[in-house]
T-cell receptor, first 111, second 111 residues
C-alpha cells in the first residue's frame, strides 16, 4: 500500500461517454501528477498540480481532458467524449524530492 | 523526445543468477534516479533510487549503479528469483520534480 488511492480500478465505457477518475494522494505530498500508460510503453506525463494549482499540462492532454484539484487534496481527471484511443491505464502519483509513489491506476477501456 | 531510454525490451535470467537491467538518459540536469517494478494491471512499485551525487546504492538484493559521465545507470538483482519477473522501469526526476520514464524491460526469471 503506497498510500495513494485511485478510484475506480477499472472502467469500461462506450465511445462518446464522459468518464471521471479520482485520486487521493499521500497527505504530506503537495505535488500530484497524472500519467497515462499504454501497453509496451512507460508512463507518459499528462499534468501536474502544486497544491490546487495546475502548473503544467502535456500536449497529450487534449481539450477533452480536464483535471482538477479543488482543495489541494484529492484530484479528478475527466475525459469527455471518450475515444477508443483513450483506452489506457491512468496513473496518479505524488512526488517528493527523492521519491515518488503511485496509485494502483485506473484501467479505462473504451468500447 | 525520450529523455530516459531502456534499450532492452526483455531479459531472461536463470534463477539464482544476476539480472542486470540498463538505462540511459540524455539530460544531465536530472538529479535523482529511480527504479520501479510493475506487474500487469497494477501501478508501478518503487524499488530503489540513487542521487546524482552518488555512484552506487544498495538495498538487499538490489543495487543501482550510476555512471554520470556515460549518463548510464543499471539495476543489479542478485540472486534473481522467479518472483522478480515483472516489467522494470527506470525513471529520472528533473525539471518541476517531474518524473521521466523509460519504456521498460520485461524481466523473466526462469526457475
Amino acid at each position: 500500500d503506497t498510500g495513494v488511492s485511485q478510484d475506480p480500478r477499472h472502467k469500461i465505457t462506450k465511445r462518446g461517454q464522459n468518464v471521471t477518475f479520482r485520486c487521493d494522494p499521500i497527505s504530506e505530498h503537495n505535488r500530484l501528477y497524472w500519467y497515462r500508460q499504454t501497453l509496451g510503453q512507460g508512463p507518459e506525463f499528462l499534468t501536474y498540480f502544486q497544491n490546487e494549482a495546475q502548473l503544467e499540462k502535456s500536449r497529450l492532454l487534449s481539450d477533452r481532458f480536464s483535471a482538477e484539484r479543488p482543495k489541494g487534496s484529492f484530484s479528478t481527471l475527466e475525459i469527455q467524449r471518450t475515444e477508443q484511443g483513450d483506452s489506457a491505464m491512468y496513473l496518479c502519483a505524488t512526488i517528493g524530492t527523492t521519491e515518488a509513489f503511485f496509485g494502483q491506476g485506473t484501467r479505462l477501456t473504451v468500447v | 523526445d525520450q529523455q530516459v531510454k531502456q534499450n532492452s525490451p526483455s531479459l531472461s535470467v536463470q534463477e539464482g543468477r544476476i539480472s542486470i537491467l540498463n538505462c540511459d538518459y540524455t539530460n544531465s540536469m536530472f538529479d535523482y534516479f529511480l527504479w520501479y517494478k510493475k506487474y500487469p494491471a497494477e501501478g508501478p512499485t518503487f524499488l530503489i533510487s540513487i542521487s546524482s551525487i552518488k555512484d552506487k546504492n544498495e538495498d538487499g538484493r538490489f543495487t543501482v549503479f550510476l555512471n554520470k559521465s556515460a549518463k548510464h545507470l543499471s539495476l543489479h538483482i542478485v540472486p534473481s528469483q522467479p518472483g522478480d519477473s515483472a516489467v522494470y522501469f527506470c525513471a529520472a526526476i528533473g525539471g518541476a520534480n517531474n518524473l521521466f520514464f523509460g519504456t521498460g524491460t520485461r524481466l523473466t526469471v526462469i526457475p
